[in-house]
């Protein structure tokens, strides 16, 4: 075969002209298939795109949410309402406590003998009060029958009279001495948990002085600092939604109420009683954050509820009847 033949016979055997018919179909699809594939690959990202924007703003205008919200509870601080040294301390930091439990106690001797000091006055001025009595009666009867003047009668009368107020101070020093005694131990008013102890046993505790602080663990709430566009939305009563930062369940509650004031830079006075006005103004300006405060009323097992937390809130309001 001659090298014109050959290179003949490599072309038609080239050109496609001997491929089944059912292979060249095969090709066309693929070809088709592979132009349709981008129009399908968009169409789905447009899809996912609008049903992210919707969530989105289901999210931020259906449902009000913020992550700016903190735990808060109250606490207590107790200051002991008499002075001594501290010879017992009944309690360790972050220990919880029952109402009523004793925290630290008071050297109380000093009140004992205060107390028993008033008792003996009120003793002997007990017994005065009983000779001032008995002589105002007998300088009654005397008088009565003409045997004394009404001079010795009345000084009788003044002196029953001041021995009665004498008996009742005496009584009031009792009490006194004995709310001074009692006070020597300092019970916790709630339930909830010591924080911050700093008391030692021997310290000297002075009145006033604040030695111990109990965290109230039945008064945890959360504050929700939700934008001002917001409030419109929120109605006391919701079901709220809180996710503490570092835990994975939810906790949940209700709005409790909305703040109806902040503090306002603008409205505080200068030394001669005017208001101080900033001058500055912005094209640009933040929406105030407002307190939502959020009752709590399921929290999971497992969640540790700590004033100053960091949550995120979100109010879940009832949905709107559809406008006839």
Not at 111 to 135: F, K, S, T, V, W
């Amino acid at each position: 075969m001659s090298s014109v033949e050959l290179k003949s016979e490599l072309a038609r055997q080239g050109d496609g002209s001997d491929v089944p018919r059912w292979v060249a179909g095969d090709r066309d699809n693929v070809k088709s298939r592979i132009r349709t594939a981008p129009i399908l690959i968009t169409l789905g990202t447009v899809a996912v795109a609008a049903f992210l924007a919707w969530a989105t703003w289901q999210t931020y205008m259906g449902a009000p949410w913020t992550r700016d919200g903190t735990v808060r509870a109250y606490v207590v601080a107790m200051a002991p309402e008499v002075a001594g040294r501290i010879v017992k301390l009944s309690v360790a930091d972050n220990q919880f406590v029952h109402k009523g439990d004793v925290l630290f106690e008071i050297d109380p001797a000093d009140y004992r003998i205060a107390l028993e000091q008033a008792r003996a006055q009120a003793q002997r001025d007990g017994a005065a009060l009983d000779y001032a009595r008995a002589n105002q009666d007998r300088q009654a009867r005397l008088a009565k029958e003409g045997w004394a003047s009404t001079e010795v009668y009345q000084q009788t009368t003044s002196t029953l009279h001041q021995s009665e107020g004498v008996v009742a101070l005496d009584n009031a020093a009792i009490a006194k001495a004995q709310l001074d005694l009692s006070r020597t131990v300092i019970r916790s008013p709630v339930n909830g948990y010591v924080t911050n102890l700093l008391a030692q046993l021997g310290d000297y505790a002075t009145v006033g002085q604040k030695l111990i602080s109990v965290v109230d663990g039945d008064s945890f709430w959360v504050d929700g600092y939700f934008e001002e566009t917001s409030l419109g939305r929120i109605r006391g009563g919701e079901p709220a939604t809180i996710k503490l930062m570092g835990y994975s369940q939810l906790v949940r509650g209700h709005v409790g109420g909305i703040a109806r004031g902040i503090n306002v830079p603008n409205a505080q006075p200068d030394q001669a009683g005017l208001a101080s006005v900033n001058p500055i103004f912005t094209w640009v300006r933040l929406a105030q954050r407002m307190p939502v405060r959020i009752h709590i009323d399921q929290v999971p097992d497992g969640v540790r509820l700590v004033a100053g937390m960091t949550a995120t809130v979100q109010i879940s309001p009832p949905p709107r009847a559809p406008p006839r």
